[in-house]
């Protein structure tokens, strides 16, 4: 399995708990410790949500699983290699960068990717130096799904309640001194095509000294509309609808929603900071797909912003060694079976699972019928794989890497470090205290067992 977040894990379950065949399942993941989006996208003051690492550590007892942390696969060791060790290998490896909305300006400072904060305020490794200046009064995001609404929450809510969680450490910090008062969700469609779900929008309105400004009008348009609007619609429009017509209250922070807004640029200062952006009014056309498009109007109006998110979907990165879709930004596989080349050959014993199979949608549940269908197929597979060669032996790859001097974490080195994490945690009332760098992990790990890491 290359990949120890959710649908690596659920996969892994499902393969243990088959009896015939029986399976012996090795986790490879690049950082020191595991569960991918679960430690480093779900937002810190939705703890409640990370409760699943609880069924992880069940799979993680089990006498045919390892987990192999601190290995880069593509670089510490190929893709060919796993292939020569293993008799079926899994990519689980998500979506690790982000789209880019390709308007003029994009590159200026203080323009970000919403992923990359959402890494930054986690305490992903890759994150921890990102330059976030929370100077800006008004900051606007660009996209509404549920990322969007995380990221505005965090930016909106009281760093006091955020110092509860296990928000990083720098990032509290920076909230701290935020200046930030004003968050504009700019959604390019309408009320009726917002991506993020209802409990989301009423988590922040439910926020102590935030108040949501939205439109009554569009809203109201939507729903006295022909219909054909399913649950989750209705109840955003509803909600949005009673946010709309709530009596003003002043408040110190606002998250405005704005309707048929779409960026076409952003403009900079001389300091090469955004300072505004440049937004077309939009009307909606039904696309071949039958999902309306939005489409330009030629209405055009600006709105100062020191701070502009796109929070417009992650992206699927290539995996050196593995096929790879440009276009999609998954791996290319048929259920679950990995293709490559223009033939849509099947590469026997390779298989995908998770967002770098099917995209960069859904939930981390989503991932549990994922992960059985692409374990089931794996389990039929079985009996049509060549025998092993000797490097199939289980020792094998620990030699290897042995060889290579590479550091590899254990899961009881994991099960340290979440200890260290959750004690100084306790020390200033927060869940825990994440290390924030693969070198305070590493030397977290040496203080507390030093015999075990070397
Ligand atoms: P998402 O749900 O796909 O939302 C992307 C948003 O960006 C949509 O509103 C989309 O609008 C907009 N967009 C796309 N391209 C655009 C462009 N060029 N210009 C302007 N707007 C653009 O993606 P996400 O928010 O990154 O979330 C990813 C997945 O993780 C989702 O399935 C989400 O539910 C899940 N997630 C769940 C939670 C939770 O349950 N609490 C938290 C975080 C993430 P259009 O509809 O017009 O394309």
């Known amino acids: 399995m290359v990949g120890a977040g959710p649908a ?27 569960f991918g989006l679960v430690r480093a996208g779900v937002a810190p003051d939705h703890q409640k949500i990370k409760a699943v690492t609880k069924t992880f550590e069940r799979t993680a007892k089990n006498q045919r699983f390892r987990y192999f942390g601190n290995v880069e696969i593509g670089k510490d060791l190929s893709v060919a290699e796993l292939q020569e060790h293993y008799d079926q290998i899994v990519f689980a490896v998500g979506s690790a960068s982000d789209r880019r909305l390709g308007i003029p300006g994009e590159e200026l400072g203080g323009c970000h990717a919403a992923t990359a904060f959402v890494g930054w305020y986690n305490a992903h490794p890759d ?30 809510r009281s760093p006091d309640e955020l110092a509860k969680t ?12 935020s200046r930030v008062r004003e968050v504009v969700l700019l959604a390019r469609r309408g009320p009726a095509q917002v991506a993020f779900e209802p409990r989301e929008l009423e988590d922040i309105a439910g926020l102590t000294g935030v108040r949501v400004n939205v439109d009554a009008a569009p809203v109201e348009d939507e729903l006295s509309g022909s219909g054909g609007l399913d649950a989750r619609q209705k109840r955003n429009l509803e909600l949005m609808l009673e946010l709309a017509r709530a009596k ?43 999902r309306l498009r939005a489409v330009g109007t030629g209405e055009f109006h600006e709105l100062e912003a020191g701070l502009v998110f796109r929070s417009i979907g992650y992206l699927g990165m290539p995996l050196v060694g593995a096929p790879f879709d440009q276009t999609k930004g998954v791996i290319p596989n048929l259920d679950g079976r990995v293709t490559s080349g223009a033939g849509n050959e099947i590469l026997p014993g390779t298989y995908a699972v998770g967002w770098i199979r099917r995209g960069p949608i ?10 059985q269908a692409v374990a089931e197929r794996m389990t039929e597979d079985v009996a049509t794989l060549p025998a092993p060669g000797p ?4 020792d094998a790859i620990d030699t290897l890497l042995g060889r290579r001097g590479i550091s590899v974490t254990t899961y009881a080195d994991w099960s340290r470090i979440d200890a260290l994490e959750v004690d100084a945690g306790r020390a200033t009332g927060k869940v825990r205290e994440k290390f924030a760098t693969v070198e305070q992990m590493m030397s977290g790990l040496l203080r507390a067992a030093p015999r075990d890491v070397e």
């Open 248 to 290: 003003p209250q002043s408040a110190e922070r606002v998250l405005r929603l704005e309707f048929n807004a779409a960026p076409v640029e952003l403009f900079g200062d001389e300091a090469g900071r955004v300072r505004a952006v440049r937004i077309e009014r939009t009307g909606l056309v039904p696309g071949t797909d039958g």
């Open 8 to 34: 690596g894990f659920f996969t892994a379950e499902f393969l243990l708990r088959s009896e015939s065949p029986s399976f012996a399942v090795d986790v490879f993941e690049r950082l020191p410790t595991p």
């Open 391 to 394: 490097e199939a032996a289980r």
């Open 362 to 371: 859904g939930v981390i549940g989503t991932n549990k019928a994922d992960a």
């Open 127 to 156: 994150f921890r130096d990102f330059p976030f200046d929370l100077a800006a009064e008004r900051a606007v995001v660009v996209g509404v799904g549920n990322v969007a609404l995380d990221i505005s929450r965090i930016l909106l």
């Open 166 to 177: 296990d928000i990083a450490d720098h990032a509290l910090t920076a909230l701290r001194a």
